[in-house]
């Protein structure tokens, strides 16, 4: 039975499928390229993506093993499964399978698969701990796990979600800070959660990113096609235009010599393995 937060997550996206990663602004690609890179993926190799929302990493993964591998994406979002299943279609990817499942305790085989990635998801999973046991479940003995999460940003991405604060239910939490609480925030949190459900040799590296924006009406895209949306939503129509004001201000600082707005997000991959012998 799908948990009531796993069913307000696939709502979310559900809702956001249609834009997400579709502003024009490098993010997920590059995460997501970063993340392949930091496996090394060989041809051959069996990838499991979860949470594999419009298919960043799979469909970098699924050009990877190839030829001779198979990727598979799991995603509790039907539309995001739809997008993702399109997305493979027309790349002509036969070996990339796209299903609807729960991350938190996925419905496959044991031992199934060489290599788990999954970027920017772990946090949204009501128990991250016990997944990653389930995880570790689904690798053949040695397989590795691959994780990309949230590190250090600019004050200035902390300030833009600050503009939302005056507005929104103290339960709401956005995935970025989210992501850097608990053992999300830091490298020390996250290879004691990897180990502890398991794995071995587990270590991360990081990637300084530039997240670059044309101009504000870019932010403001970027933002409603991440779950930053919601606090859109929460904000009333009459205060839009005293927000965009207010994220200009904090954004022209930050302006390069061809007008561009590069504001800066470190992402932290966790990678480790799992056991030969269980
Ligand atoms: C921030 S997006 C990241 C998507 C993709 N991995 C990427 O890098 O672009 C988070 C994704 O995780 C999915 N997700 C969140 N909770 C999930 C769960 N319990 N099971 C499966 N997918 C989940 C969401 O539907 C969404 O597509």
Known sequence: ???????????????????????GVEFFGPIAAGLVEALALTPGERVLDLGCGAGAVLLRAAHAVAPGGS????????????????AADALGATDVEVIVGDAQDPALPAGAFDVIASSLVLFFLPGPAAALERWRGLLAPGGRLGLATFGERDETFEALDGLFSPFLPPTMLDA??????????????MIAMVEGAGFVDARTVSLDLAVRFADVSQWEAFSRSTGQAAMWGFAPEAEHDSIRAAAAALLAPHADADGS????QRIRYTLARAPIES
Do not use: I, N
């Open 176 to 189: 970025r800070t989210s992501g850097t609480r608990g053992p999300f925030a830091s490298d020390h949190g």
């Open 71 to 86: 990727t598979v994406g799991l995603d509790v979002s039907e539309l995001m499964v739809a997008t993702t299943r399109e």
């Open 1 to 23: 039975m799908t948990d009531d937060r796993v069913a307000a997550v696939a709502r979310t996206f559900d809702g956001l499928a249609h834009v997400y990663d579709r502003s």
């Open 261 to 264: 707005l590069a504001v800066r």
